[in-house]
């Protein structure tokens, strides 16, 4: 069974600093890896997506992420925080090549101090 | 484009009625996901359909089930509502046919309150 773990369910920042969430997940395939964003009282909004090409990924809003299959890792990286950035973040991941079955972690939470 | 659409935004039910939400997707999008998501469980996916058939499922019991119409359009129906299933219930669509294009796009939610 595929598996995501996000460590640190809640990571404060102070703006401009660096923001690093990190994700780790399990997978007896090559995995579908993503990132997503959720601010208050709204859906989730793709933030970037891992599919087997480059090993690093460039999402919208500043936000990168590196596959590392050595680490089975996929962390979330943004040079410069930004106020706009405090929100849910989730890492998800999906196997399956027949359909769309993702597993999300349990998120981690971004406060960004002024 | 419109993106996607749930109704009702907010329900408010008691414990044994049943409910049924409704996800109308993005334009031209032919897979639709269902997830369940709750501070304690997070979220969890329900199912996936795609071209009018349920092509993934989660582990939930059959008190869940869902369809999708031949316009994607798609409901799940939660019947004999436990407390339990209080959750704000989150639809996503996607293009759905190749792995390059699984972006998917979520819907608002609907807040769903047993009582």
């Known amino acids: 069974a595929q598996s995501v773990t996000q460590l640190g369910s809640h990571v404060s920042v102070s703006e401009g600093a660096l923001v690093l969430l990190r994700c780790n997940y399990s997978s007896s395939v090559p995995p579908y890896l993503f990132w997503y964003v959720q601010y208050p009282n709204q859906g989730l909004q793709l933030l970037l997506k891992?599919?087997?090409?480059?090993?690093l990924v460039k999402g919208i809003n500043g936000f990168e992420a590196e596959f590392k299959k050595s680490e089975t890792s996929f962390h979330l990286t943004k040079p410069s925080a930004h106020m706009s950035d405090a929100a849910e973040y989730f890492c998800?991941?999906?196997?399956?090549?027949?359909?769309?079955?993702?597993?999300f972690g349990t998120g981690t939470s971004l406060t960004v101090i002024p | 484009k419109a993106g996607v659409t749930q109704t009702p935004r907010y329900l408010i039910k008691t414990r044994g009625q049943q409910v049924t939400l409704s996800c109308s997707p993005i334009?031209?999008?032919?897979?639709v996901s269902w997830y369940q998501q709750t501070p304690g469980q997070g979220l969890q996916f329900l199912f996936e359909y795609f071209s009018e058939t349920q092509r993934n499922k989660g582990n939930f019991p059959g008190r869940f089930s869902g369809r999708q119409f031949s316009n994607s359009r798609s409901e799940m129906n939660v019947s004999t509502l436990e407390l339990g299933d209080s959750a704000l219930y989150l639809c996503?669509?996607?293009?759905?046919?190749?792995?390059?294009?699984?972006?998917?796009?979520f819907g608002p939610g609907t807040r769903l309150t047993v009582t």
């Open positions: 334009s031209g999008h032919r897979s």
């Open positions: 996503a669509s996607s293009q759905g046919s190749r792995v390059s294009s699984y972006e998917q796009y």
């Open positions: 891992y599919t087997s090409a480059a090993t």
């Open positions: 998800a991941v999906s196997d399956s090549p027949t359909g769309n079955q993702f597993y």
